[in-house]
C-alpha cells in the first residue's frame, strides 16, 4: 500500500498542528532553498514545506524543480508566513519523479497563453486556471446527477450509434467497419450497407431526445447526460464537434412545467458550485478580471463573476414570447439606428446579436423565449393553437447565448404526421416514435442543455476549448 | 401547469388517508368495471384506483384498456383488497392517450419473451421486468457518481472520437466525413485522411485510460464514466459494440490501493441498490427463481440473487496471483478428469472455463487475479521484480466472468519506453502519455469496471442485451 497521504485540501481545511502526516504532490516553488510549494490537485492552494537549512543533501534540493514529484512526511505547525495558516516541517523528503526544468512544457513564470496551453491540453490541468475549471466543471457534472436523482428521474443512456437520422439536428459523422478500399457494393454501384458492422448505414448521435421520449412515457420523467457530436465546419469559439448535453424529459408536463424545471435545474446547479467550488469561483473571477483588463472599458463585464452568479440566483429569469422578442427588437435603438446587420421581422430565426441585445442589453438577465414560428423549429415541437407557433423555448444566457433548447412534444399522433409528412421526416423511419403516440400518449416536454456552455457561463472562461478535457473540433483531435 | 401530480412511489409510502390526489400514469388492469391499476413508473407498483359503479360513463370506461394513459383525482383512501394499504377513490378520471388494445405490441398475460421484448425494445420499459432493472441500473449510476465524488475524484470526459489506435484494447470504429464516392486520394492512391474532418484518420475511443492518466497526474484522482466501443464480431450474452464503462485513476498508488479502491467501490454501489431498490431487486430476485424452473437442478443458482448480492457485500473479495490461479486449476478434479476444453499452463490467457472454475466452484466468490504473466497484458502495466509478470489485476465475478480489469502503471519512463518498442507501440503517437513519465512521474494505478456487466451481476439478467437501453450488436442497431 502506497497511498497512505493526506490530500492537501483537506489538511489546509483542518487548522490543527502538531500531528505527523504523509503529503504527495507536485512541486509548484521552491524558494530560498527552505520553502518548498506542493500541490495534489485537490485545490489550488499548495501546502507549504518547510525544509530546515543543512537538513537535506544539496543534491536532492537541486532536484525540486517545478512539477518534480514529492513525497514528504513531517509535522504540521502554524505558519509564521503569510497566505497559510499551517505549514509541514519535513522530517523526510522523496522525490518520486524529477522534472527537468530545461525540457518542462510548461513554466508558469512565462504565464502562458490560453491557446498555447491547448497545444498542451495534457500539461494545462496542472495550472490554477485550468485546475479551478475542471474541478468546477466536476461539481457541476455531480449536481446535474444529484438533482435529478433527488426528482426521481431516471438516468437513461441513450444510444451514441445510431442508424436513425430523422432528428434534422445538424450534419453527422458517419461510424463504419467498411473499408474505403474495396468497399462492398450493390449491383447499382452503391454502397452495400448490409455489409457494415450494423447492416446499416450508422451515425453519431446529434441528440438522445427521441430515445428519451421512450423512457419517459414509461418512467414518467428521465435525463440523459452524454455525448453528442456535429460534424459542422464551425471554428468558432462557441462550437465542439463533441460535446455533452443534458436532456431531460418528462411525461404529463406541458410547457410552463418544462420552463420551471429548467430554472430551477440550472440554479440548483450554479448554488451547488456557489457552495462547494467558492475557492475556484473567486480564482476565477479574479483571473476574468484580469483578462478583461486588456479590454476597452466599454467591452468589459459589468458585473465580476461571482456577482453575475449571484444575481442569476437571485432573480426570475425573464420568459417572453418570440412575438414580444421581434417587438422589443423592432422597438429597440439598435434597430432604428440600424446597428443590427441581420433583419429583423416576425419569422426570422434570430442571430446572436438579436439574443444578445435581448439579454445582455435589454432585460441585464438571462431569458426564456417562448412559442417560436414553427416553420423554424423541428418536427416534434407542439403545434400551438394559432397554428402558426410551436411549444418551443430557448433560454438565453449572457454572454454565451442559447444555453438551453426545449419544447412542448407534440403528443397527437395526427398533428405529428402532418408535420412529419411537411417536413419530409420519412415516418417509417421512427415507427417506434411514433407508438408512443398511438398507445396510452401524454402531454409531455424536455429540453437539452450543452453542458460545456453552462460551464463556460459558470466559470467566465470564454472559448469552449477551454472547458472541455481534449476538444475536438475542425482539422483538431489531438491526445 | 399540467403536472400537479403525485407520483405512486411517494403515494404508496405515505399511509396518509383523507386527502385529494391527482394521479397520472398508464393503466395496467382494469378488473370489474371498477378496479383500476395504474403505474407511472417510479415502483413497480400500481395505485389502485376506486371507480364506483355507475360514475362514469360505459364508453369511457371501455377505453380504460393496458397502458391507456389516464389523469385521476379523488381521495386517498384505507384499501380493503389485499396488496396495498391504501388506494384512490376517483372522483374524475380523463383518458390522456387511448390504448388500441387489439393493436398494442405488449399484451402482458401472454408472458412476452425476453428476446421478443428486444424487439420492441421502445415499449419494454413498461414491463415490471425492464422497470425494475433501469430502475437499479440508474441507481448504480448514481452510486458511481456519489462514491467517487465523496472521495474527491475528479470527474473528467475523456474523449470518444480519437486519432490515437495505440491501446490496442480491439478492434475500433472509424468516424468519418469523407464520402465512400469520390473519397480524397493522395498521389499514391491511399485515402488522403487530411480531407477528413479533424485532418486524420480518426476512430471511437476504446477506453478513456491514456488521457484519465493525464488528469490522474495533475489531480490525484479522477474518474470516467462514458461509451466505450469495440467493432467485434462477438454475439454473445456478454458482449456489446457500445457499452459504457467506469475508469478510475489514481496518482500514488499502487496495486493493493487498486484492489482496495476496487473492493471497497463494488461494496458501495450493491450496498446503494440495496438500500435504494428493494423492492426492485426483490422483484428481480423472484424473477430469476421463476426463469431458473425452466433448467435442470445442478444449473440453477445455489444462491437467490438477494443472497449472492449480502454474500458479496459481506465477505472479502479472495486476492490469489496468476501463479496460485494455475497452480488451484492443474491440481483441480476438473483437470484431473480433463474436463477443461483449452490447455492450462502458466503463461495462457485464462479461459472463461477456467475463470468460472476459480469463482464458482472453487472460491464461490468473487476472486481478484493479480500479477499476470507480462506477454498477455497491456503495454503500460508495471513489470515486476521478476522480469516475467506485470502488477494488473481482474476481477472476476460468479456467473459473469470478468468485471473489472486493471494495474499498476509503468511509471518508469525507460521501462514503458522499452515495453512499447517491444510490443510495437509506436512512441511518436503517444508523446503526450510519455510526457507524464517525463515530468514528475508517480507510482499509479487504474481500473476499468465494464457497467453492463455490472448491472448484470447486480440485477441477476443473464443477456448484457437487457440491461442495456437500446443495444448495440453485430447486425443491429434499432432505435
Given at each position: 500500500?502506497?497511498?497512505?497521504?493526506?490530500?492537501?485540501?483537506?489538511?489546509?481545511?483542518?487548522?490543527?498542528?502538531?500531528?505527523?502526516?504523509?503529503?504527495?504532490?507536485?512541486?509548484?516553488?521552491?524558494?530560498?532553498?527552505?520553502?518548498?510549494?506542493v500541490?495534489?490537485?485537490?485545490?489550488?492552494?499548495?501546502?507549504q514545506?518547510?525544509?530546515?537549512?543543512?537538513?537535506?543533501?544539496?543534491?536532492?534540493?537541486?532536484?525540486?524543480?517545478?512539477?518534480a514529484?514529492?513525497?514528504?512526511?513531517?509535522?504540521?505547525?502554524?505558519?509564521?508566513?503569510?497566505?497559510?495558516?499551517?505549514?509541514?516541517?519535513?522530517?523526510?523528503?522523496?522525490?518520486?519523479?524529477?522534472?527537468?526544468?530545461?525540457?518542462?512544457?510548461?513554466?508558469?513564470?512565462?504565464?502562458?497563453?490560453?491557446?498555447?496551453?491547448?497545444?498542451?491540453?495534457?500539461?494545462?490541468?496542472?495550472?490554477?486556471?485550468?485546475?479551478?475549471?475542471?474541478?468546477v466543471?466536476?461539481?457541476?457534472?455531480?449536481?446535474?446527477?444529484?438533482?435529478?436523482?433527488?426528482?426521481?428521474?431516471?438516468?437513461?443512456?441513450?444510444?451514441?450509434i445510431?442508424?436513425?437520422?430523422?432528428?434534422?439536428?445538424?450534419?453527422?459523422?458517419?461510424?463504419?467497419?467498411?473499408?474505403?478500399?474495396?468497399?462492398?457494393?450493390?449491383?447499382?454501384?452503391?454502397?452495400?450497407?448490409?455489409?457494415?458492422?450494423?447492416?446499416?448505414?450508422?451515425?453519431?448521435?446529434?441528440?438522445?431526445?427521441?430515445?428519451?421520449?421512450?423512457?419517459?412515457?414509461?418512467?414518467?420523467?428521465?435525463?440523459?447526460?452524454?455525448?453528442?457530436?456535429r460534424?459542422?465546419?464551425?471554428?468558432?469559439?462557441?462550437?465542439?464537434?463533441?460535446?455533452?448535453?443534458?436532456?431531460?424529459?418528462?411525461?404529463?408536463?406541458?410547457?410552463?412545467?418544462n420552463?420551471?424545471?429548467?430554472?430551477?435545474?440550472?440554479k440548483?446547479?450554479?448554488?451547488?458550485?456557489?457552495?462547494?467550488?467558492?475557492?475556484?469561483?473567486e480564482?476565477l473571477?479574479?483571473?476574468?478580471?484580469?483578462?478583461?483588463?486588456?479590454?476597452?472599458q466599454?467591452?468589459?463585464?459589468?458585473?465580476?463573476?461571482?456577482?453575475?452568479?449571484?444575481?442569476?440566483?437571485?432573480?426570475n429569469?425573464?420568459?417572453?414570447t418570440?412575438?414580444?422578442?421581434?417587438?422589443?427588437?423592432?422597438q429597440?435603438?439598435?434597430y432604428?439606428?440600424?446597428?443590427?446587420?441581420?433583419?429583423?421581422?416576425?419569422?426570422?430565426?434570430?442571430?446572436?446579436?438579436?439574443?444578445?441585445?435581448?439579454?445582455?442589453?435589454?432585460?441585464?438577465?438571462p431569458?426564456?423565449?417562448?412559442?417560436?414560428?414553427?416553420?423554424?423549429?423541428?418536427?416534434?415541437?407542439?403545434?400551438?393553437?394559432?397554428?402558426?407557433?410551436?411549444?418551443?423555448?430557448?433560454?438565453?444566457?449572457?454572454?454565451?447565448g442559447?444555453?438551453?433548447?426545449?419544447?412542448?412534444?407534440?403528443?397527437?399522433?395526427?398533428?405529428?404526421?402532418?408535420?412529419?409528412?411537411?417536413?419530409?421526416?420519412?415516418?417509417?423511419?421512427?415507427?417506434?416514435?411514433?407508438?408512443?403516440?398511438?398507445?396510452?400518449?401524454?402531454?409531455?416536454?424536455?429540453?437539452?442543455?450543452?453542458?460545456?456552455?453552462?460551464?463556460?457561463?459558470?466559470?467566465?472562461?470564454?472559448?469552449?476549448?477551454?472547458?472541455?478535457?481534449?476538444?475536438?473540433?475542425?482539422?483538431?483531435?489531438?491526445f
Amino acid at each position: 500500500m502506497f497511498n497512505k497521504r493526506i490530500k492537501v485540501k483537506q489538511l489546509l481545511a483542518s487548522e490543527q498542528t502538531g500531528h505527523e502526516v504523509t503529503v504527495m504532490g507536485w512541486v509548484r516553488t521552491f524558494r530560498n532553498n527552505q520553502f518548498l510549494a506542493v500541490n495534489d490537485g485537490s485545490t489550488n492552494n499548495n501546502i507549504q514545506i518547510v525544509l530546515e537549512l543543512g537538513q537535506f543533501d544539496e543534491a536532492l534540493l537541486k532536484r525540486l524543480t517545478t512539477s518534480a514529484s514529492v513525497k514528504v512526511t513531517g509535522e504540521v505547525v502554524p505558519s509564521m508566513g503569510k497566505g497559510q495558516k499551517i505549514e509541514v516541517k519535513a522530517k523526510t523528503l522523496e522525490i518520486l519523479g524529477d522534472s527537468d526544468a530545461e525540457k518542462y512544457p510548461l513554466q508558469l513564470r512565462n504565464r502562458p497563453s490560453l491557446e498555447y496551453l491547448r497545444e498542451i491540453a495534457h500539461m494545462r490541468f496542472r495550472t490554477n486556471t485550468f485546475g479551478a475549471v475542471f474541478r468546477v466543471r466536476h461539481s457541476l457534472a455531480f449536481a446535474i446527477h444529484k438533482f435529478f436523482n433527488e426528482k426521481g428521474f431516471v438516468y437513461l443512456h441513450t444510444p451514441i450509434i445510431t442508424a436513425s437520422d430523422a432528428e434534422g439536428a445538424g450534419e453527422m459523422f458517419r461510424v463504419t467497419s467498411l473499408p474505403f478500399d474495396g468497399t462492398p457494393r450493390n449491383e447499382d454501384g452503391s454502397v452495400n450497407f448490409k455489409e457494415d458492422f450494423f447492416g446499416k448505414s450508422t451515425n453519431l448521435t446529434v441528440s438522445g431526445q427521441l430515445e428519451g421520449e421512450l423512457g419517459a412515457t414509461a418512467f414518467g420523467e428521465i435525463y440523459t447526460f452524454g455525448p453528442t457530436f456535429r460534424a459542422e465546419n464551425s471554428n468558432t469559439a462557441r462550437h465542439l464537434a463533441e460535446f455533452w448535453m443534458i436532456e431531460p424529459e418528462m411525461a404529463f408536463s406541458d410547457l410552463e412545467d418544462n420552463m420551471n424545471l429548467a430554472e430551477e435545474f440550472i440554479k440548483y446547479i450554479i448554488q451547488y458550485a456557489m457552495d462547494n467550488n467558492r475557492e475556484d469561483l473567486e480564482f476565477l473571477a479574479q483571473r476574468l478580471v484580469e483578462e478583461e483588463k486588456q479590454k476597452p472599458q466599454a467591452e468589459r463585464s459589468e458585473m465580476g463573476l461571482i456577482e453575475k452568479l449571484e444575481f442569476v440566483l437571485n432573480n426570475n429569469f425573464e420568459r417572453i414570447t418570440y412575438t414580444e422578442a421581434i417587438d422589443i427588437l423592432l422597438q429597440s435603438p439598435a434597430y432604428k439606428k440600424k446597428k443590427f446587420q441581420y433583419e429583423v421581422k416576425w419569422g426570422i430565426d434570430m442571430q446572436s446579436e438579436h439574443e444578445r441585445y435581448l439579454v445582455e442589453k435589454h432585460f441585464k438577465k438571462p431569458v426564456i423565449v417562448t412559442n417560436y414560428p414553427k416553420d423554424i423549429k423541428a418536427f416534434y415541437m407542439r403545434l400551438n393553437e394559432d397554428g402558426k407557433t410551436v411549444a418551443a423555448m430557448d433560454i438565453l444566457a449572457p454572454g454565451i447565448g442559447e444555453i438551453v433548447g426545449g419544447s412542448q412534444r407534440e403528443e397527437r399522433l395526427e398533428n405529428l404526421e402532418a408535420r412529419m409528412k411537411e417536413m419530409h421526416v420519412p415516418a417509417e423511419d421512427l415507427w417506434w416514435y411514433l407508438d408512443t403516440r398511438r398507445f396510452g400518449t401524454v402531454p409531455h416536454a424536455g429540453f437539452g442543455l450543452g453542458f460545456e456552455r453552462m460551464v463556460l457561463f459558470v466559470t467566465g472562461m470564454t472559448n469552449i476549448r477551454d472547458v472541455i478535457a481534449f476538444p475536438r473540433t475542425p482539422k483538431t483531435a489531438e491526445f
